[in-house]
């Protein structure tokens, strides 16, 4: 069975040969079953139990980077959030999920998440071998995080993805599923009507050539990643990829105003790593912060649970007291462990202290200057509970989809969500090619020809525009204009800046040979980068309160009475948002039970 599952991946090879901008480009031709963008926990489970279902299914992943080696679930260090205690519950884990969601959560999604996250962390350690910390009893540890009622973070000492995406890794590479790794994916490929998904143009970043990659099913998980932010957490290849394919295809999107900042974000002037996390543990555990006047300043902003707020919550006290002129000599401000002693800091958060030693900072007996980074997208594609989305054959899980967190993800709930819908998105893909056997329809004729035309363009222009200059131009629009304090002068400038940015993208020029070329990679992030921002910037305009991540100065109060709504959208003809809102559905919880809640 394995050898003819090879023999039939080979057959789905084809080369084809085309001139673009005078020059001769080979494309391959691919065929598979089940095509999967994105390599993360929520890629990796999907393809797990789609293949664990039915070991005849021809399943192919795309990664940008090595096998196991990139994405943010591996970055991921605090936990997952699960139900495994008699003392806890579903219901208190949802009612956290919802609050910290300010209530415009899909609650079908929220509660999907809480109750399948106990046989998912289950099925983690007996089928796929990853192995969590124990208590002296043998249970499964749990530790405290920010806005949840009870301690219910399961964890690997602070390293918990690596834990997770080696194991996973290991398991996808014991089946007979293909990997294609240091490639990307630029642009679903759609039928003719323009209602179907037939796969994707994917681009082979070691050779620099083009691969249209048919499929009888595609889900897209790539992780959000929002690196459009001066300040951001993931690494160096995320770029909303996924996010700017699903609008450019015509996919509904939700709730793109919520973007959520992570509060503690390291400060490492020059470094492409600035803005990596020092995870919510550490203030869960009880670390304290203070601003540059060595005020406890959380004491004001939330005098009943202090650093242990929301990261909304605590993101924005910082960035007031830094607007403020109480930023510490770094620019921001400073976390502090120290008073918990060297020897549990040590002991606990090894990963955070060897990261802050490689940049001059010691963990475990002094304070370490931090500052607001972009974190996570809590809007994405509108799924159902089994991750289908508004287009045929395409399925969404993880962080590029949107409704499970509402307006601000609680920590712990993030690699959560990616295990629990990489989950239901597999055995979901499974169903769904047992009851659909046949091929899907032709891409659109030409199509190809013009994602391809599209995206070597800027090689014709040697001496453009510079990638690198708009992407940082861009990056620090968002910050200023459209980051963790917002106002509707600033939102109307970032619109006019943006769309002047895009046209300087028109004319960006690029050089050398298409192998692993670093600045036409950059340009491909830029151009996902600009639609995610036209994304943001106009949902953020059609909210006008304060709500969870979304904070706007001129509109500062939460108000219930008009804000309960999510905001849709898709691509207009002219390219650019086209923004409609429904109420909230209260299908299972009430506005009131959200709002009395008290954990």
């Known amino acids: 069975a394995k050898l003819a599952l090879m023999a039939h991946m080979l057959l789905c090879l084809s080369r084809i040969t085309h001139i673009y901008q005078g020059e001769t480009m080979t494309h391959e031709k691919l065929s598979t079953d089940i095509l999967i963008i994105g390599m993360g926990a929520a890629g990796q489970l999907a393809a797990l139990y789609a293949y664990d279902a039915n070991p005849d299914l021809n399943i192919t992943i795309v990664t940008k980077a090595l096998k196991g080696k990139g994405g943010c679930s591996r970055m991921v260090q605090g936990g997952l959030n699960v139900v495994l205690n008699e003392s806890d519950s579903h219901e208190k884990h949802l009612m956290d999920t919802l609050k910290g969601g300010q209530y415009v959560n899909d609650q079908d999604l929220a509660k999907t998440l809480v109750e399948e996250a106990t ?265 159902d509970k089994d991750c289908h989305t508004s287009m045929e054959r395409l399925f969404v899980a993880g962080e590029d989809s949107g409704g499970v967190h509402g307006g601000n993800r609680l920590g712990g709930n993030g690699i959560c969500e990616s295990t629990v819908y990489g989950r239901q998105a597999g055995k979901s893909l499974a169903r769904y090619m047992d009851n659909n056997k046949s091929q899907p329809a032709d891409s659109a004729p030409g199509m190809v020809d013009e994602l391809i035309e599209k995206f070597t363009r800027p090689f014709a222009k040697e001496n453009g525009e510079d990638a690198f200059k708009l992407r940082a131009e861009l990056q620090e629009c968002n910050w200023i204009k459209v980051g963790v304090v917002r106002n509707g002068n600033d939102m109307e400038e970032a619109v006019r800046e943006i769309a002047d940015l895009r046209g300087a993208a028109a004319d960006i ?81 009430t506005v009131e039970e959200c709002r009395n809640y008290k954990k």
């Open 509 to 589: 020029g690029l050089s050398g040979a298409r192998p692993y070329n670093m600045l036409w990679n950059t340009y491909i992030d830029f151009m996902n980068m600009l639609d995610v921002s036209d994304m943001v910037v106009a949902s953020a305009l059609a909210r006008k309160e304060s709500r969870a991540a979304h904070y706007r100065s001129d509109f500062a109060e939460q108000n219930d009475d008009i804000g309960l709504f999510n905001s849709f959208m898709i691509r207009g003809v002219d390219g650019l948002p086209e923004i409609s809102t429904k109420p909230v559905e209260f299908i299972y919880k």
């Open 119 to 383: 046989p998912t962390i289950q099925e983690m350690e007996t089928r796929f071998g990853c192995f969590f910390d124990r208590n002296p009893d043998g249970t499964i540890h749990q530790k405290p995080f920010a806005g949840q009622s009870f301690d219910r973070t399961v964890h690997k000492g602070d390293l918990t993805g690596i834990e997770m995406i080696s194991r996973t890794t290991e398991q996808v590479m014991k089946r007979d599923i293909r990997v294609l790794e240091e490639c990307r994916a630029v642009d679903l490929l759609l039928d003719s009507s323009g209602e179907e998904v037939t796969g994707a143009l994917l681009l082979d970043m070691r050779q620099g050539r083009f691969i249209v990659a048919e499929a009888s099913a595609t889900l897209v998980a790539t992780g959000g990643g929002p690196t459009q932010y001066r300040f951001h957490a993931p690494g160096p290849e995320k770029s909303v990829d996924g996010l700017g394919m699903l609008y450019r295809a015509g996919v509904v999107m939700r709730d793109m105003e919520m973007i959520q900042f992570h509060p503690t974000g390291l400060i490492i002037p020059g470094s492409v790593v600035a803005g990596s996390l020092l995870e919510e543990g550490l203030r869960g555990a009880g670390a304290y912060l203070y601003n540059g006047q060595g005020e406890r300043y959380m004491k004001n902003y939330a005098p009943d649970v202090a650093e242990r707020a929301t990261r909304d919550v605590v993101s924005r006290s910082a960035f007031i007291e830094m607007l403020a002129g109480r930023e510490c000599e770094e620019g921001g401000v400073r976390i502090d462990a120290a008073h918990m002693g060297s020897e549990f800091v040590l002991e606990n958060f090894p990963g955070m202290c060897k990261r802050c030693r490689q940049f001059g900072y010691d963990l475990s007996r002094e304070p370490v200057p931090v500052s607001p980074t972009a974190h996570f997208v809590m809007g994405g594609a509108d799924i």
